[in-house]
């Protein structure tokens, strides 16, 4: 035992002269190359001045030992790419180790500045290359944006009783900011503000591109397609003059994610707002109309062939009001639709309190998961609470007629203290999922909407849509042949449904789609 911690001393001496002994997959090799993980990224379509999503880019070293390689931006298009590179900011890092068998992550973002050209149909393309040498071979990865130049609105205040005009030769990118007021009017957060007085006029087949949160505030008036005069029957002429409203990721995984952009928000003092041929998707709320001042003559909207998609219900409060979202929402206003679209609002298509509401021709296929809603699509009340809590009571007008009101709630319809005295119900001719109002009589708080006299269908059977949100990625809300809603009234007005096709005379069908 005594000569053990000798011996011990002069292994550790000898071992300090020993190479040390690196894993294989550490040890750098002179020869090899990497393995890219695709050979083109693409950025489509990206709005000049807006930075992109960042993408991924992964690189492979299929090598048991390592590598190093030098990674740099060619620099083909300026300074319109940029790149993270093992964490590393720059257009070039040296000398990047890659163990074998690991990977490399290099992380790319766009910013393409304007080409010159305004017109909408001319994108243009920005190409740039990811270039990798290692051990003396050269390897690249193709970078491809295409471009689109637009109008870009980042708190534009529309005053001093002027008209704005948004042409179609571009989109329109919408940027919320704060807008400060002068005192004592409090700053307002928003992309577009309209002053009483105003105008904003929205051309036919102008786009619009709502970045996160942003809202367009209307003070004044807003009028979309207004003028409007198409030829009855010619679809493709609606097609072209339809104004988009959506946010502004363009990859096709949002294509219908709700709850992108703020939305459409008309106050106490909006008059004359005329929305026709407009599609308004992707939003927390369609159009609004708040007037819980109760001013005279209520703020008014004119609503004709618009379709109202993918409304969130995720943010209960939205611009401060307290009330929750929805596709239409009025406070002691007046508002009339007709060949309208209503689908997956998260959780209402309707919300009144107080005002006149008058829903003709008009489709609600509100199909949202049962455990997601459990609250009527349509619901309308005439109570409202005021700032101290004191609840007050307005007259309600509601005329449904024509319709089709469908989704996947049992009662898609709520009438909330319908037996007061300033509280009119008109539903006709309508198609209506409901349990509560279908008798055929009154009762003292639920107005008997199965009466035969009024030739609603109530919970009677499914409208036998083409297609669902529930059963396609692409739903179609035209009826099928064998629908009960087909062919029920007769044409009066409109002569047109929401594709702007004649209706079938004598009689047409309920709903925005004959």
């Known amino acids: 035992m005594r000569y053990l911690f000798p011996l011990f001393l002069i292994l550790s001496c000898l071992l300090t002269f020993l190479p040390g002994c690196e894993p294989k997959e550490d040890l750098i090799q002179t020869s090899g190359s990497l393995e890219m993980g695709a050979d083109t990224v693409l950025f489509d379509t990206v709005f000049t001045t807006i930075k992109t999503v960042t993408k991924r880019v992964w690189v492979y070293n299929r090598n048991g ?108 990118v919408i940027i919320n900011s704060l807008y400060r007021q002068t005192a004592p009017n409090p700053d307002v957060v928003i992309g577009v503000y309209v002053e009483a007085g105003s105008t904003l006029q929205i051309e036919p087949g102008t786009k619009v591109y709502c970045h996160a949160g942003a809202t367009i505030q209307v003070n004044g008036t807003l009028k979309i397609n207004a003028l409007a005069a198409l030829a009855p029957g010619d679809t493709t002429a609606a097609k072209q003059a339809t104004v988009r409203f959506q946010g502004d990721r363009l990859e096709p995984f949002y294509n219908d994610v709700p709850g992108q952009w703020g939305g459409i928000f008309f106050t106490s003092t909006s008059r004359g707002n005329v929305i026709k041929f407009a599609e308004i998707k992707n939003a927390n709320f369609g159009v609004s109309l708040l007037n819980v001042e109760n001013r005279t003559p209520q703020p008014d909207l004119q609503l004709e062939n618009v379709v109202l998609r993918n409304i969130s219900g995720s943010n209960p409060n939205y611009v401060g009001t307290g009330l929750p979202p929805g596709g239409i929402i009025g406070v002691l206003s007046t508002i009339t639709a007709t060949n309208c679209l209503l689908t997956n609002c998260g959780e209402y298509a309707v919300l009144g309190y107080g005002g006149t509401f008058n829903l003709n021709f008009c489709t609600v296929a509100n199909y949202t998961p049962a455990f997601r809603r459990e609250t009527a699509s349509l619901s309308f009340s005439n109570a409202l609470e005021d700032a101290k809590g004191n609840i007050q009571k307005f007259p309600l007008v509601l005329n449904l007629t024509n319709s089709i009101v469908w989704g996947s709630y049992d009662n898609e319809l709520l009438l909330e203290n319908n037996a007061d005295p300033n509280y009119t119900v008109n539903v006709r001719n309508t198609l209506l999922r409901t349990t509560d109002y279908q008798a055929a009589t009154n009762a003292p708080d639920k107005p008997g909407l199965g009466a035969p006299g009024l030739a609603n269908l109530v919970n009677v059977q499914d409208p036998l849509f083409k297609r669902t949100s529930l059963t396609s990625s692409k739903p179609d809300y035209r009826l099928q042949d064998t629908s009960p809603a087909k062919k029920r009234v007769p044409v009066s007005t409109p002569a047109t449904d929401i594709l702007n096709l004649r209706r079938s005379q004598p009689a047409t069908s309920l709903g925005a789609y004959d």
């Open 65 to 172: 030992g390592a590598v190093k390689t030098d990674v740099s931006l060619a620099g083909l298009a300026g300074n319109t790419y940029s790149l993270i590179i093992n964490g590393d900011a720059g257009p070039m890092v040296n000398n990047v180790t890659v163990r074998g068998n690991d990977s490399l992550l290099v992380l790319v973002r766009a910013t393409l500045g304007d080409n010159g050209q305004a017109t909408v149909a001319k994108k243009f393309l920005v190409e740039d290359e990811v270039r990798f040498r290692t051990n003396g071979n050269d390897q690249k990865v193709k970078l491809v944006a295409y471009g689109q130049n637009a109008y870009f609105h980042r708190a534009l205040a529309i005053t001093g009783n002027r008209t704005e005009i948004w042409r179609s030769d571009k989109p329109h």
